[in-house]
Structure formats: C-alpha cells, structure tokens
C-alpha cells in the first residue's frame, strides 16, 4: 500500500548542513512535497518536486529525487536556530490525495 | 487574508460527549479537508468536501461528521467522543483538487477526551 518513512528525530549544530531523508512507495506520485511545521502551527509547504526531476534547488534548500529507490531528501545549508521545526515528506499518488510521513524533528543547537 | 482559521483551539471533552470543530478560509478554495495528526504517525484524512454542499469519506472516517454548507466553512463534529479520538486536528483547503495545488493548513485544534 501506499506508505512514507522518514527517521523520527535529526541534531545538528547551527551553522552545519541538515539532511532529512524520507522514502516513498507509490512510484505512480507526480508530486513529492516537503512540509514544515513550526510549534503550535499548521503544516507549510516548504518545498516541492515534480517526478520527473532529479533535483531542485531554492536558496538554502536542496531536494533531491531518486525514483529508482524511491528515496527523497531535504538538505538545508547553514542551518539556523530558526529551522528548527517537524519537516514532513508527502506524496502524491494521484488526485487531491496526499500520503504524508510521520515528521522528521530537527533540533538545531546553537 | 486570515488564510484558514480553526476554532477552538484547544478542547477537553469527557467520552459520550459531542462537539463540533469549526474550519474557514478566506480564500475562495474550492477543496477542505480535515485531518488528524497522531504521534509518530503520518497526517490521515478523516473527510474532505471538493465544493459547498459536498462532503466526502477519507481514510479514518469512523465517529465523525461532516458538513459544508457555505463555501467558506468546514464543521467536523463528534456525536459521542471516545479517547481513542484523543489528537491534533487539522483543517486544509486548496484552491482545486490535484497534486498541483497547494494545501493551506489551519493552525490545529488539540483535542483530549478523557
């Protein structure tokens, strides 16, 4: 069935690279999505990418797609106090309906 | 633009009783959904609506109702709350259905029964 993994907790030191990684199982999903979720708020769209990409690239955020293992991740560069937060990978298998992970947390220590 | 507001924010019920979580968005989207976030678990969708009127089951619908009689509003009410209904829940809409439309998410509601 369709299903996203991702690792529960992730700490790095501020200034350090973060890397969540998330798999997948629907290799039909168009669209894989990155959320984030900052204390006591809804879920944001931080990101997405298209299936047929390999990678996608905005500021400090990079995504990079491997549909052969069905493996997304999510590298943040120069990570700050400020991302701290649950980050959630997605999928979308078709339609309005979206597969979601358990969230990634990410401690960022100063 | 308040985006998609949720009300209340918190809640403590006691089991058998009824409640009623109000979701809108000033956005015009056609597409709202309700969802409730369990620790270590993914978001899973308990009923959305694709326009006023509409309603729909989704993955968890059991114990809950639902209704969209104006465009802007979403209600999930609870006729006989049970503990194991004990969550986060999250109200979203989007412009249209498809992949390629952005869900907008409402702060949450955390919701205990005792």
């Known amino acids: 069935g369709e299903d996203v993994e991702q690792s529960l907790f992730l700490s790095v030191r501020e200034g350090d690279s973060s890397v969540i990684n998330c798999t997948y199982t629907?290799?039909?999903?168009?669209?894989l999505y990155w959320y984030k979720q900052e204390p006591g708020a809804g879920l944001q769209l931080l990101t997405y990418i298209f299936s047929n990409m390999d990678m996608k690239q905005d500021q400090r955020l990079t995504v990079l797609l491997n549909k052969k293992d069905k493996h997304l991740s999510l590298r943040i560069a120069d990570t700050q106090t400020g991302d701290s937060a649950i980050y959630f990978c997605?999928?979308?298998?078709?339609?309005?309906?979206?597969?979601f992970g358990a969230g990634t947390r990410l401690f960022v220590k100063a | 633009n308040a985006g998609v507001t949720q009300t209340p924010k918190f809640r403590v019920l006691k089991t058998g009783q009824s409640m009623t979580l109000l979701c809108a968005q000033d956005?015009?989207?056609?597409?709202m959904y309700w969802y409730r976030q369990d620790p270590g678990m993914g978001l899973r969708l308990i009923h959305y609506?694709?326009?006023?009127?509409?309603?729909a089951k989704g993955e968890v619908p059991d114990g809950y109702n639902v209704s969209r009689l104006k465009k802007q509003n979403f209600l999930l009410g609870l006729e006989s709350a049970a503990p194991s209904q004990t969550s986060v829940y999250f109200c979203?809409?989007?412009?249209?259905?498809?992949?390629?439309?952005?869900?907008?998410f409402g702060p949450g509601t955390r919701l205990t029964v005792t």
């Open positions: 997605a999928e979308s298998p078709g339609g309005f309906k979206t597969i």
């Open positions: 629907d290799s039909s999903s168009t669209y």
């Open positions: 979203a809409s989007s412009l249209r259905g498809g992949a390629s439309y952005e869900q907008y």
């Open positions: 609506s694709v326009g006023e009127g509409t309603t």
């Open positions: 956005m015009n989207h056609e597409y």
